[in-house]
Each structure stands twice: as structure tokens, then as C-alpha cells.
């Protein structure tokens, strides 16, 4: 049974840091790529960052590029996101989401085949 696992979420002021991990069981994990969703208040899931499986290629969207950091450890079944310089508008449920096979760019929701349960970041102005 696949089973994914975040956690290091939760307040944070603004300007501040969060590292949230995510630790993988139940399958081949250097099979997939990794990725990081958020869904804030209103508003539709969105994609963050992934990592790739083979070349641990990494991609961001627009609105975290240069203030967050995806990586991933493979002898640890772990994925991680440094958030830094965190705003208010990064307030969101977090999710990992996993995607078997090579990922070129963020996938849309439909397109990962696992997700974690999800766990609340919230940026006080």
C-alpha cells in the first residue's frame, strides 16, 4: 500500500521559514517523480514544485521560484520543501503527490497517481 506521510507544517509569521517532508512507503521510490500541491481557502489545488525520479530535475511555479526549494532523499523515502521568505498568499493545505515515470514539467492534479493527506500552512502577516 502506497502511503504518503507531511508533516512540518503549521504558523509561521511572514518572512519566515517552513521545511515540510514528506516520507514515502509502499513503493519503488526513486521510480517517481514527487511533487508538492497546495490548495489555499477558494481556491482550486494547485502545483508547486517537483522533483524528478532519475536526474532529480526540479521544477517551481512562478509564484515560489526563488523562495522555495524541493529535494528529495532516496535512501530516506523522503521528499523535501524549504519555504522561505514565506507571504501570506502561501497560506494553504499542502499535499504531496506522486507521479510514476519522468516528469518534464508540473503536472496537472489529474495526472499524479498518489497524494498525501495533507497538512495546513498558515503565514501571519
Known amino acids: 500500500e502506497v502511503q504518503l506521510v507531511e508533516s512540518g507544517g503549521g504558523l509561521v509569521q511572514a518572512g519566515g521559514s517552513l521545511r515540510l517532508s514528506c516520507v514515502a512507503s509502499?513503493?519503488?521510490?526513486?521510480?517517481?517523480?514527487i511533487c508538492w500541491f497546495r490548495q489555499a481557502p477558494g481556491k482550486e489545488r494547485e502545483g508547486v514544485s517537483c522533483?524528478?525520479?532519475?536526474?532529480?530535475?526540479?521544477y517551481y511555479a512562478g509564484s515560489v521560484k526563488g523562495r522555495f526549494t524541493i529535494s528529495r532523499d532516496n535512501a530516506q523515502n523522503t521528499v523535501y520543501l524549504q519555504m522561505n521568505s514565506l507571504k501570506p498568499e502561501d497560506t494553504a493545505i499542502y499535499h504531496c503527490?506522486?507521479?510514476?515515470?519522468?516528469?518534464?514539467?508540473?503536472?496537472?492534479?489529474?495526472?499524479?497517481?498518489?497524494w498525501g493527506k495533507g497538512m495546513l500552512v498558515t503565514v501571519s502577516s
Open positions: 503527490a506522486l507521479t510514476e515515470g519522468t516528469i518534464a514539467t508540473i503536472p496537472p492534479t489529474y495526472g499524479m497517481d498518489y
Open positions: 509502499g513503493f519503488t521510490f526513486d521510480d517517481y517523480g
Open positions: 522533483i524528478n525520479d532519475s536526474d532529480g530535475r526540479t
